[in-house]
């Protein structure tokens, strides 16, 4: 096959060795243990702090549990990894920073806000059927405590939450990609990416974030069923990052327009994650832990059960800061498709 | 060649098709323009406001000038560019997200501070090698005022400045990347990248970069000499990004401990593009967009007229925020490397 053939359409990428899921992690806060979710989680930790002092350091321990329990799926060791593919919502990463130095592993930070896990799978995926890479890890987290402090407000304001806004979600999870292994019955595979643009629909409201996203998440899944010229049956799962039912119902509609019903294969890792007649959540889940953790806990134990064969995983992101916000501008969404395939 | 053989020793690797830079700019503000490299740089703006309302938007614009002048340099259109690898020195990368959204180019963000433009063409040459693109735009930026504002003081505050501390450049650079054409002679081809780990020698002094990042620096030069079994005198130049004065000698004293002498071959942007004595900038220049405007004016100018054919070009970025600063938190390093090298 020759170079060239590993570009599919306009911005998809078929892999000609499709990498393989050879360990994965999902370490979730309290809330999300009690959630539908929880008994899919590796690890529960009940103190929000997770041991330290300050609501960064309490990420940043998360996310080295999240590393930690991955490379111990994968059975190896922080030197057998080549790369690490890595972010998360805080400024300037100081979670992931925080976090993985001490992995001493050659690390990629990358910022894609929720849609981080997909762009870090998407990166490592490319490494590895590059021939860059043996072994990546791709990991990302999200806190509530830290990102209200970032985004909206601290918790001591006690503001109240309209019912458009999402509650992020408190996990990390973690993947390690590699090349496929010589057996490889039973295991996940990477069969190909497609990687989102911006996408601005002038949406303001950093309180309603699913209609922020919504657009950039039915852009990347058109250009997807149009590069590899499938219908959406063609996935057992359509399953986005963190709509919302706001963001799911406007994903549905542009879909529509564009001569596509997804709704048999749709779900949403926010919509799942928690209970909203319970837990107080509004329109669900959000982070880039969300659908980080949903991945590794739920989505892949699916697929591992063969419940679902053919899953696309398209975590959303919308991209704002404290200051944009404050400063006038929309909201502007990007999303990243990762195909995950079962083998044998 | 087997694809195996990419990977060079622990941390680096040598490309099979080499990587060519297609096209490149420089945008500078007014003092840049009036420092040494000046005459060097493609568009000098004098209004600080990149005719913009806010510093954010300012760099935007910035950014978006330079993403314009490289794709008329490479003689391409926005739909021939298949990813753009970008990001700032911003929270949430704001000013790469408004910056670049109209080219509607499928995107990576990334987040590696002033060592971004380093991770940015690791990454694009990575996608073009493997098979992935044929052409990749990869981009940053920095704004002094917009980085005083999130990182120190608002500018209004008057503070001053103690002389180890840097001045944040506010520039933009960019490159295309792409195949090397059939007639190569005279380009510059991108041969390897040595990919840094994060390195803390517990530094806390956020007006002491330089001291921050020179570990960083040593490290991934020792790494990409003992990858690759050279001796410094391989290259012409080894270029790091914004050490300053002060990291300079760090970065000496740590390499002949190791027992290699960089001192004949060394040069650092932040020291070349202010003149210390006559524009008050202390310890050199900094940022995102020290390096990158440095690399796309003045050292590929400087391979093109093959006065230098061998470069070892390396951004060195500190990892902080105003958050992990002021919770008391030491500012570790990062460094990337990318090894340039003339053709023909």
């Not at 930790?45 to 991955?70: H, I, V």
């Not at 949406?203 to 069923?225: E, F, T």
Request: glycine content about 12%; aromatic content about 10%.
């Amino acid at each position: 096959m020759s170079e060239q053939s590993k570009m599919a359409g306009r911005q998809s990428v078929i892999f000609q060795n499709p990498p393989c899921i050879l360990g994965r992690s999902s370490v979730a806060g309290q809330k999300e243990g009690n959630g539908p979710l929880g008994s899919f989680f590796d690890y529960i930790e009940e103190d929000p702090y997770f041991g330290a002092d300050t609501w960064e350091e309490a990420e940043s321990n998360m996310q080295r549990k999240a590393a930690e329990l991955a490379l111990k799926n994968a059975d190896c060791k922080p030197q057998d990894i080549r790369y690490l593919v890595a972010g998360d919502l805080l400024g300037q990463l100081i979670a992931t920073s925080f976090g993985i130095m001490e992995l001493k592993i050659p690390m990629f930070g990358i910022y894609g806000a929720c849609s981080t896990m997909g762009e870090a799978m998407s990166l490592a995926s490319m490494l590895v059927d590059g021939g860059f890479a043996n072994r990546v890890l791709a990991l990302t987290s999200s806190h509530f405590c830290g990102a209200e402090k970032q985004f909206r407000f601290p918790l001591q304001y006690g503001n109240q939450r309209p019912l458009a806004a999402t509650w992020t979600v408190t996990g990390s999870g973690a993947v390690v990609i590699g090349k496929k292994p010589d057996n490889s019955e039973g295991s996940v595979l990477i069969k190909g990416v497609t990687t989102g643009k911006i996408v601005d629909f002038g949406v303001k409201d950093s309180m309603n974030m699913g209609a922020c996203m919504a657009p950039a998440a039915a852009d990347v899944i058109y250009r997807n069923l149009r590069d590899f010229d499938r219908s959406p049956s063609y996935y057992d799962k359509i399953i986005t990052g963190d709509l919302g039912y706001i963001g799911q119902n406007i994903l549905f509609d542009i879909l529509k327009e564009k001569g596509y019903d997804i709704s048999e294969q749709h779900m949403d890792c926010g919509i799942e994650i928690f209970n909203d007649e319970t837990q107080d959540t509004h329109s669900g889940g959000s982070g880039c832990g969300c659908s980080a953790i949903t991945l590794t806990g739920y989505i892949l134990e699916k697929m591992y059960q063969k419940e679902w064969n053919r899953v696309l995983f398209v975590p959303t992101g919308a991209l704002l800061s404290p200051v944009s916000f404050n400063e006038g501008d929309s909201v502007p969404g990007i999303a990243h498709a990762v195909i995950l395939e079962t083998e044998g």
